[in-house]
């Protein structure tokens, strides 16, 4: 087992023993912010049919050369209506955005350009172009075109176009199931009152939150006191899921004893601590071939860590491929704490400046068990290993937090 190891390193140690997870077939209506298991080929040629791009007429350019050109009427065809196949020379139809231009139609004639007869004629007012206000078949996606990449994220957009292609069912990959197990004697449920010694599990609902924001199926979320043999039937019932994530009691303190069950149930530890504040007691390893994440109790760091670490890999199953967000360059408005040695994710508030640059400033103090530091936050700074301290005007790199944009 590494220890102590960078971040960039055990990011890369986690993402190594993650793969996609298998495929399934959803209806179109719950494939919103899924991933596309497949390529999506276009069967048709989108628009499928030549149609009107405007309310108008349509009508041969022979007829139109002359304006203004009194046509006959000689049908009215709306939208999901076919038009006659002939029309005899001198004649026209009335047609509606939408409808299927027929073949001896060349243009369509805008309304505004006509005037109305009250014999059943229309009057042309200005000469179309060839083609004008006809939509072609294939303008938008040819037939046999590759339209969707697999890997892509089901967009509200790509919903819409999915109905348009005639996938009802959609290849997607499967969500990973998540097990999240918080330890400490120390804890109460939120509906519980406060009694001395104790507090309120806020890790476990925070990182089920998180795991849910990135398209994970919480399948557990249980809490357990510091007692072996508890933890031992909480994992046993984690077992069940695709990602094992425990919370508290992977560091060294007394009853620090969901590494020893881990240990004892076979785990193999790749990393054991990162190069990191928040989260430096971290673990991670494999069960039964299942990744297995050891983060520490702190509210701060659990929800770092799991940002950090579980999330990219609960995408890299779920079929993204680019897994980290990007960064951006921000000037820090005000010092902020650093010591060299380890990779800060400070916790900022960041916003454009009047020059078009991002400012960034800490949430303030960043304890570990500080809640206001990361619910005050709309980004992470990072402060990387090297950095020996962050002086206000320092050039740094941020990223936003997932809930800062709506999903
Ligand atoms: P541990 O990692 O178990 O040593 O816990 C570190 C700190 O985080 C302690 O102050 C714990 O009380 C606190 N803590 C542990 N688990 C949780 C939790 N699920 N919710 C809130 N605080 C926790
Ligand atoms: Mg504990």
Redesign the pocket.
Known sequence: MREFISVEEARRIILEQISTLSVERIPLAEAQGRRLAEAIVSRDNIPPFPNAAMDGYAVRLADVQQVPAALRVIADVGAGQLPPETVPPGSCIRIMTGAPVPAWAEAVVPVEWTELGSDGTVRILQVPTASANIRPPGQDVRAGERFFEAGQRITPPAVAMLATLGVAEVPVYRQPRVAIV???D??IDASQPLTPGH??????PGLSAQARWVGAEVMLQR?VPDDRGLIEQALEQALEADVLVF?????V?L??LVRQVLDARGTQWLFWKVRQRPGK?MAFGLLEGKPVFGL????VS?AICFDQYVAPALRRMQGQQEVLRPRFSAILEAPTPKKAGLHFFTRGVARPGADGRLYVRDTGPQGS?LYHSMVRANSLIHLPEALEEAPAGLEVQIEWLPWTIEP
């Open positions: 918080t330890t400490g120390e804890l507090i309120r599990d806020s890790a476990g809490r919370s508290g009691g992977v560091s303190g009853y620090d007691p520490p109790g702190n509210p659990s068990n």
